[in-house]
């Protein structure tokens, strides 16, 4: 075993509450979405029976619409902001109120097909397929209600990539006025200069409250919110996820449940070709309040690889990827681009998750070679760095936060590609 694995090994461990992973300890001390999901693919390396309990984990805090929360507050710890108090969704074990990229259809095949126990495997995707199932069905009927075929994030939140350029301009339309006095936590555990803004926190605390003044009626929100952007990363791992959960569904006989995925993902894929954007020679973002394409070529429309877009689409990603010229890749926004900064979370650093799936979709596009170097970059900046949150994509430099949990998962997957 390289002491790289031991390593990582040690740090899932280390953040491994039982039931549930945490991010890292003190800036992130709950069970969060898309971490989990993630996180599982590394616990299957060493505990193929622990990966499962942290996907079940998540989906018992799953609401009766079929939405999956982005947090689930497990246990009080005043070290983070905003806690349960402000989201007040009245949930028995209290959750946030809004959601995030649904990687678990994706999890659910990657540990179903890779299982040395397929036995116990089946067991555990037969509960939870129909769960997976309901979150897509939400998703569609909530966030996509005029049935386009990509459903919209109603905070930057949802999409994972919390000050993104993405949003910038619809974020402008976010007005502050009102919100109640808050001390923020994230800023004593990291560096504000690597963190979003106050600017920034002001409008993710104005959306909160604004969603909580109508109750978390999750048929409500999206018509409600000033902020409605169809990104194409989320959209893309959704698409991936209903995918991969209609072959699952089919393999084990669930015939109803595989059709239904199977036409979510096929309308989403077509729907994404209204994204492409030549001159940037990637997928963009639509603000659904206006109509228009955001002129931000950030790393979302990269993601979009993670879908099956057609292979012309996957070798223009590759060669956009490479014009980004960084020393590491795949920086979250071009350093051509004025607004790249490339310390502050997500305008610019490197994001070992995002890596991935880029990778992977890549990879079953046929280009491999673009894959292989995103493979390289992200083990070389391990070596280089450590665990980290997140990079600097010149530098290397480690930023956020310390012995992350799904950098550590997404280590244990690349050595095992890489193999
Ligand atoms: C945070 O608090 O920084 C998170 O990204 C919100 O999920």
Redesign the pocket.
């Known amino acids: 075993m390289t002491s790289l694995t031991e390593n990582a090994i040690e740090i899932l461990r280390e953040n491994d509450r039982g039931s549930y992973t945490v991010p890292t300890k003190g800036l ?1 001390p709950f069970q ?1 979405n898309w971490d989990s999901c993630l996180t599982s693919l590394g616990q299957r390396h060493f505990d193929e029976a622990r990966a499962w309990t942290e996907i079940d984990t998540l989906f018992a805090h799953q609401w009766p619409c079929g939405m999956v929360p ?2 689930v507050f497990h246990k009080h710890d005043d070290g ?1 902001f905003p806690g349960p108090d402000v989201w007040a969704t009245n949930r028995p074990v209290p959750t946030s109120g809004i959601t995030q990229p649904a990687v678990a259809g994706f999890a659910l095949r990657r540990l179903y097909d890779l299982a040395s126990d397929k036995a116990a495997a089946e067991t555990r995707v037969r509960v939870l397929l129909p769960k997976v199932a309901a979150w897509h069905r939400w998703f569609y009927a909530t966030r996509d209600p005029a049935g386009t075929g990509l459903v919209a994030i109603l905070h930057p ?1 949802e999409a ?1 990539r ?1 000050n993104s350029i993405d949003w910038d301009t619809p974020f402008d339309r976010v007005p502050t006025d009102g919100i109640s006095p808050y001390t923020r936590r ?1 800023t004593q555990h990291a560096d504000p200069a690597h963190r979003p803004t106050k600017e920034q926190y002001d409008r993710y605390l104005w959306l909160v409250e604004h969603f909580r003044g109508l109750g978390w009626d999750t048929t409500k929100l999206h018509d409600a919110s000033p902020f409605q952007v169809v990104d194409p990363g989320f959209n893309a791992i959704l698409i991936r996820a209903s995918a991969d959960l209609a072959d699952l569904a089919e393999g084990l006989g669930e015939t109803a449940l595989a059709a239904e995925n199977r036409a979510f993902a096929a309308r989403g894929l077509a729907a994404m070709e209204g994204l492409w954007s030549d001159a940037h020679g990637q997928y963009l973002c639509r603000d659904r309040v206006t109509g228009a394409l955001i002129d931000s070529a950030s790393i979302g429309g990269l993601l979009a690889a993670f879908c099956a877009i057609p292979s012309a689409r996957a070798q223009a990603i590759a060669a956009t990827i490479d014009a980004h010229g960084t020393r590491f890749r795949v920086a979250s926004h071009p350093p051509s681009d004025p607004r790249f900064d490339a310390k502050r979370y997500w305008r610019g650093p490197v994001w070992l998750v995002v890596n991935y799936m880029i990778a992977d979709g890549l990879a079953r596009a046929g280009a491999q070679e673009a894959a292989d170097k995103i493979t390289a970059s992200s083990l070389d900046l391990i070596r280089t760095s450590g665990f980290a949150e997140y990079y600097d994509p010149m530098t290397g430099e480690p930023l956020g936060g310390g012995r992350f949990t799904w950098t550590a998962a997404m280590v244990l997957e690349f050595l095992s590609m890489e193999a």
């Open positions: 992130y969060w982005h947090i983070y939140w994972g919390d994230d």
